[in-house]
């Protein structure tokens, strides 16, 4: 495997070793080396995108303003999208134990606008170093309570990013196809990527439901099959695997042609 033929993305920044969608774990994987880091947003009661995989304050990740716990009870009315931008990040993260990374390091992060999470990572390590930013928009359609509608979505999403410097290279992607449609509909020129995890549905049923071709298509890296190499590459999409994390894994979807891939260890690259 020669490291030029392939393109590397940090899952949440460096997931495996620094607290996930953190400042100090784009940073640590930028430095890496890798071709891309990879960030989830979701999105505040005052309408700015909030780099955070999940639209609550986790109780297994965060912790009050004050220091103390989030019971499981508490987590469902922590809920992002009826809290201010300025009220979320009083909250932390990055300093629970995470039985899942037991070896990630401890270190105290907040959960940021996209805005201020970008201009942070330019200002720590200069005009030199911009890896593609590729933002999962985490969304369902179904839960209006969590989620802006797909036609609102997609217009912050718009907006917030033309905001953004413009030498950071940006790919979207998505599990929510509705919004990726809705993108799509309102001219979004950045490159879309559709996310599943289903082996029953294929790439020609996805591409049915979004009414275009989209340009990436990321996996599940154990639903990754030949049939599904070849079907990417007859219609021109891109194909990225997620979450590679063992050098068996790596060389197993390499033999079969994957050449996109998204890792909580990009080390192991």
């Known amino acids: 495997m020669e490291r030029q033929e392939i393109f590397v993305q940090g899952h949440r920044g460096y997931r495996g ?3 996930e969608n953190s400042l100090i774990a784009c940073e640590k994987a930028i430095v890496l080396g890798v071709d891309a880091i990879e960030i989830d947003v979701v999105v505040s009661k005052d309408n700015f995108l909030i780099v955070s995989h999940e639209p609550y304050m986790c109780h297994t990740l965060c912790l009050k303003p004050d220091g103390s716990s989030i019971s499981q009870n508490e987590e469902a009315a922590l809920n992002l999208y009826k809290m201010s931008a300025a009220e979320i990040s009083k909250y932390s993260f990055g300093t629970l134990p995470y039985a899942k990374f037991p070896d990630q390091e401890k270190i105290k992060s907040h959960k940021l606008t996209l805005l201020e999470f970008c201009a ?3 200002k720590k390590l200069g005009d030199d170093l911009f890896p593609q930013l590729t933002i999962e928009l985490k969304s369902s359609s179904e839960k209006n309570d969590w989620f802006p509608t ?3 979505y997609a217009k912050l999403v718009l907006e917030q990013i033309s905001k953004l410097n413009e030498e950071w290279p940006i790919a979207l992607q998505s599990f929510d196809m509705e919004l990726l449609k809705e993108l799509d509909k309102q001219g979004c020129e950045l490159p879309l990527i559709v996310l599943n995890e289903k082996n029953d549905f294929t790439i020609d049923d996805i591409c049915e439901k979004l009414e275009f071709i989209p340009d990436g298509y990321g996996a ?3 639903i990754i099959d030949e049939e599904l190499v070849e079907d990417c590459i007859t219609l021109g999409v ?6 590679v994390n063992s050098k068996e894994e790596i060389e197993k979807l390499y033999k079969l042609g994957v050449r996109n891939f998204i890792s909580d260890f990009p080390d192991l690259f």
């Open 220 to 222: 599940l890296c154990t």
């Open 150 to 152: 797909a036609k609102i």
């Open 120 to 122: 942070s990572l330019e």
């Open 17 to 19: 070793k620094y607290p």
């Open 238 to 243: 891109e194909l990225s695997a997620w979450t």
